[in-house]
Nanobody, 123 residues
């Protein structure tokens, strides 16, 4: 399986921006559909965004459309999540996920998880 390490989390004020990165190792990165999920305090882990093997297709949860952008660089074995116009309700641990599905959008489709990066948005 592929190993995933997230970085870029932190504390930001509402309306601000952060970019999360997820570095992959261990298997051929370009063979995997990649996704971001998040888990807020007292909530279940939920889908945020996904990107296909080539990067040609992206999907977003409704609550981040127009604010978040997922991208990948297969030469660097890295997937990114650019988060703009952050809201306090975006506070969560953000998890990188890899799947042998083209565009994973459910937890059961995930083969590998990162350990997560905490994003805290203050009001």
């Amino acid at each position: 399986q592929v190993q995933l390490v997230e970085s870029g989390g932190g504390l930001v004020q509402a309306g601000g921006s952060l970019r999360l990165s997820c570095a992959a190792s261990g298997r051929t990165f370009s063979n995997y559909g990649m996704a971001w999920f998040r888990q807020g305090p007292g909530k279940e882990r939920e889908f945020v965004a996904a990107i296909s093997w080539s990067g040609g297709s992206q999907f977003y949860a409704d609550f981040v459309k127009g604010r978040f952008t997922i991208s990948r660089d297969n030469a660097k074995n890295t997937v990114y999540l650019q988060m703009n116009s952050l809201k306090p309700e975006d506070t969560a641990v953000y998890y990188c996920a890899a799947s042998d599905r083209a565009v994973p959008r459910a937890r059961v489709q995930v083969n590998s998880w990162g350990k997560g990066a905490l994003v805290t948005v203050s009001s």
